[in-house]
């Protein structure tokens, strides 16, 4: 169902919707409630999106090398800092594939567990997991979709930024950038933040594609229409929903940093009055350690973050049905009249 087809009288007799309160108090019950799912189900994208960002940083620090070496030619580092930006483009391009397909392995998974968990059914690792994996196909498909339509013009507007940069720059540093490089950029950027501004609310529009394509069957285009129904008059209070729980995971975040330091400038305080040698086999423990908790923290962090994403909009998607499909299922003349997608029955 799309917006141009639904019903007047249905408009007028929606339910409420869920008091804001109420839904963030729903999505950490889940989230508490079903704490080891959400950290289980992210472990195998988790593991995958380290060793990602470690092989693009990797190439990026050795792009970056000269700038940490001492050169006598004092062109040296300008000269890295301009081939490191030419290598960007296309670095992130590349990466952005295998990132896409974990990103839809992610979503299957997490959005069965969202979906069933707020349905009051159980569901497991292996489960989602299953599940994620026999719809992969049609994950990254409605990935790809969701992506380009709400974001391709940011993607357009950044390879067209490198592109002129590569051709305003092309013999740098021997030969100085066109001035028109520095009238370009600025209204570059302009139109960036305007695309990405403009694609958040295309994102919106969209949000619930995914837990209706997994919950109702529905095709990729279809869950791009039945999304474009339910946010209907919804997208500022979703905006808002999703606002608030990443406000709350950045607190949470900068309390743990905030702890970070005070750990770390008692550890530094007793390495200086004990008079330890930086490379001493203690030092070198108790670094590999705290490593190895921040890295924890963080993956902990992060799980519960993007899983705190998935439940809200898991929440908001069983709420948007009872709002909008019961209405329409209580009005039907015939009691076998044949429902819309995903409707239930008052």
Known sequence: MTEGN??????????????FGFALSRVYQILRDHLKLFL?????????????????????????????????DPLAAVNAQFTMMRIVLPLTLLWMIPMMVIGAFYLGAAFHAGNKIDSG??????????????????????????????????????????????LLTPGFPN???SPALFAVFPVLMLLYLAAY?????????????????????????DA??????????SKGRIFLLLLVVDLIGTACFMVLYMVGLVVFAI????????????SGPWVIAAVVVGGLVVACFFYVW??????????????????????????????LPMAGTELPPGAEPA
């Not at 639904?6 to 008091?19: D, H, L």
């Not at 992969?136 to 002129?164: E, P």
């Not at 791009?224 to 209907?232: G, K, N």
């Open 302 to 331: 992060t799980a519960l973050l993007y899983g705190s994403f998935v439940v809200t909009l898991s929440v908001v998607y069983h709420d948007e049905r009872r709002r909008k499909d019961a209405p329409i299922a209580a009005q």
């Open 197 to 221: 501004v403009y694609g958040i609310i295309v994102a919106l529009r969209m949000s619930l594609a995914f837990p209706a394509w997994l919950e109702e069957g529905l095709t990729a285009g």
């Open 224 to 233: 791009i229409r039945r999304s474009t129904y339910l946010t209907q008059g």
């Open 40 to 72: 289980g189900i992210g472990v195998a994208p988790g593991v995958a999106m380290i060793v990602l960002y470690a092989a693009m940083f990797g190439i990026m620090f050795n792009s970056l090398r000269p700038l940490l070496t001492p050169s006598s």
């Open 121 to 166: 059914v159980g569901t497991s690792v292996g489960e989602c997991f299953g599940v994620a994996w026999t719809r992969m196909g049609q994950s990254i498909v409605l990935l790809l979709w969701i992506y380009f339509r709400a974001f391709g013009l940011v993607l357009a507007i950044m390879c067209v930024g490198f592109g002129l940069f590569a």
């Open 6 to 19: 639904r019903p007047a009288s249905a408009a007028r007799a929606e339910f409420p919707p869920m008091p």
């Open 175 to 177: 030969q100085a950038p």
């Open 267 to 278: 550890g530094a305080l007793v390495m200086g009055v004990s008079q330890s040698h930086p």
